[in-house]
């Protein structure tokens, strides 16, 4: 089934690089193009969608009637130097609990940081001038200036704590290094959100509720003058997402001169959580009919392929309710996991199949996660390729 989804791929993306290539003059081989055939997954190596984000309706019409991709790519270049900062600052303190070959059974599996492309943080402010302009109370930015995507844009730079295993000792310890850079003037938190699954199991939370309020009494004891307190926000997802976002503000002094108004989001979330919102991330921006990486050839074939499937309501005519409870079945399912154990060779990095979820015979077999995840990393390594020959 795989390798037809695969062949069926390749001769769509074939046509869409040959049909963009008078454009752009990218000369990539196309023999090369599918030349993965490893379906392990793995969490993806670069930005490939927004951290967060909401349906925008007038997207791609704003999108289009902007000219500012020279200005965004300033800001992506710009903000490398406050990625840095934040890279380093997590590493240094985070360090004691970082799994590593010697100290393989340590609770974080990785740490690591990102910043948006180009495309991305345009798209983005194009979403977010569209919820400024439809808001209830209505307000504006310029989208065309580096300060006024950077004050908007919360998440130019991101950095993502990948935990092997919560246990509520080490995650509380985890929490006191958080309070500490906080309290050394490190680390800037404007807002604590802990996402928890819509039945609210406490057992699945990473994160005690008593460790969070001495988070946040220790970020409103250290604030500056012209910051409101902030609260622990906890937030329920129908897809069963569990996580803990912390927005922070890197215009620190320090690097003010290069970096004024850059802001950035720290998520904490586990491994099999994070493999499984990887590809989740994709299904949402397609089923809201965002744009992916700015309707770069290599993402067509991709969305086209989910369009046609989730569209076939003749024959699953629940397929959106349906889906739905297969996204939370699958959370579920990768949250009660055992914990990454570097003696268990034979663990397979796989996600929850739609059979697995109970709802064989309801939801194409072309929508499994397993199938569209072995499908985003060849489009991800096509997109690599493209970039390297422009």
């Known amino acids: ?6 062949t069926r791929f390749k001769n769509n993306i074939n046509f869409n690089k040959s049909h963009k290539a008078n454009n752009n003059n990218n000369n990539i081989n196309k023999n090369n193009l599918f030349s993965i055939k490893n379906t392990k997954l793995a969490p993806l190596s670069h930005d490939t969608i927004s951290f967060s984000g909401s349906s925008a309706k007038l997207n791609r019409s704003l999108f289009e009637a902007f000219d500012n991709i ?3 790519t300033q800001i992506r270049d710009d903000a490398k130097p406050a990625m840095a900062y934040l890279k380093n600052t997590l590493e240094t303190a985070l360090n004691p609990f970082l799994a590593t070959k ?3 059974h340590r609770p974080i599996e990785t740490i690591s940081t990102r910043i948006k492309t ?3 943080i345009r798209e983005k402010a194009a979403d977010k001038l569209e919820s400024a302009i439809t808001a209830p109370e209505p307000w504006a930015f310029n989208p065309n200036t580096t300060e006024g995507i950077k004050g ?3 998440d130019i730079i991101g950095a993502r704590i990948i935990l092997r295993k919560s246990d509520i000792k080490q995650t509380s310890q985890i929490i006191g290094i958080l309070i500490d850079l906080v309290e050394q003037g490190k680390l800037k938190i404007t807002k604590i959100e802990s996402y928890v699954p819509a039945n609210e199991q406490t057992n699945l ?3 005690q509720d008593s460790d969070l309020e001495k988070l946040k009494n220790a970020v409103n004891k250290n604030k500056e003058a012209n910051q409101q307190p902030i609260e622990v926000i906890n937030k329920t997802k129908k ?3 569990t996580a803990l976002h912390l927005d922070v503000d890197l215009s620190d002094p320090d690097y003010k001169a290069r970096n004024n108004n850059y802001k950035g989001e720290i998520q904490i979330l586990g491994y099999d959580v994070a493999q499984l919102k990887d590809v989740e991330d994709f299904c949402y921006k397609m089923k809201v009919g965002k744009d992916i990486k700015g309707r770069h050839y ?3 074939p991709l969305s086209q392929h989910f369009k046609k499937l989730y569209e076939n309501t003749q024959d699953y005519p629940d397929l959106k309710q349906d889906y739905e409870l297969y996204t939370s079945r699958a959370y579920s399912i990768q949250r009660a996991k055992e914990p990454l154990n570097p003696n268990n060779k034979k663990r397979r990095n796989t996600l929850p199949t739609i059979e697995e979820c109970g709802l064989k015979g309801r939801i194409p077999q072309g929508l499994d996660f397993n199938v569209l995840s072995s499908i985003v990393q060849c489009c991800n390594k096509i997109y690599e390729i493209a970039n390297s020959t422009t």
Do not use: H, R, W
């Open 239 to 241: 897809t069963g997402y």
């Open 1 to 6: 089934m795989l390798n037809i989804q695969l």
């Open 205 to 207: 939370k990473y994160f």
């Open 118 to 120: 180009p495309e991305s």
């Open 298 to 300: 290599a993402f067509v």
């Open 70 to 72: 020279s200005t965004c």
């Open 152 to 154: 908007t844009v919360g």
């Open 102 to 104: 010697a100290n393989p």
